[in-house]
């Protein structure tokens, strides 16, 4: 398993936020939701698939090779729309365990702060100012794969830090038996 930050990130960043948020990629890759990313894309190819030969089939099939791709990636869109609920609930979990994990939801609400302000500013330089934004709507629409960042950083600051739980080691103490 490879986890990638970039390093302008990494950068805005402070300590605190970048334990959070590795929290929450840890809890992602102990709990396999790569693989059901996966199995989910795998599902997604099958409906775009079928879906694509029955839209060509009823639109006649004349033009098949672009009728069968267009009517294919309209599928793919309507079926990665359908299934991206499934991936807002691993998220709002990676986000709650991490939260717990790192034992500082504050600082993974920072850190989602810090990616929202981030992915902002590259889609404004991707996409330009406002009114092109509208008219590349479609090109720049995100697929609804996150809850919205708004609700991810308020439950987090809803959460308040556990006092000395059982089992949980202070993250600024060092490792047993590391000096």
């Known amino acids: ?28 890759i102990a709990r396999d939701d ?15 698939a079928t879906g694509g030969i029955a839209l060509g089939v009823l639109a006649g099939g004349g033009l098949a090779l672009p009728v069968y791709g267009a ?8 079926a990665n729309v359908g299934l991206s609920t499934f991936n807002r609930r691993l998220e709002r ?45 479609p090109l720049s629409w995100r697929m609804p794969t996150h809850p919205p960042m708004s609700d991810r950083i308020r439950r987090l600051s809803d959460l308040v830090p556990i006092e000395s739980p059982v089992g949980i080691r202070d993250p600024s103490d060092p490792l047993p038996g590391v000096t």
């Open 34 to 48: 790569l693989n059901r990313v996966r199995a989910r894309i795998w599902v997604s190819l099958i409906i775009a």
């Open 93 to 137: 979990r990676a986000d709650l365990e991490g939260a717990l994990l790192c034992n500082d939801p504050a600082a993974l609400a920072g850190a989602l702060g810090v990616a929202q302000a981030f992915s902002d500013e590259a889609r404004r330089r991707i996409y330009g100012p406002r009114p092109w934004r509208w008219i590349l709507s």
């Open 71 to 78: 009517a294919g990636l309209v599928a793919v869109m309507v």
């Open 1 to 28: 398993m490879v986890l990638v930050l970039s390093g302008p990130y990494v950068d805005r960043v402070d300590d605190r936020q970048l334990r959070g948020v590795l929290a929450h990629e840890v809890v992602h």
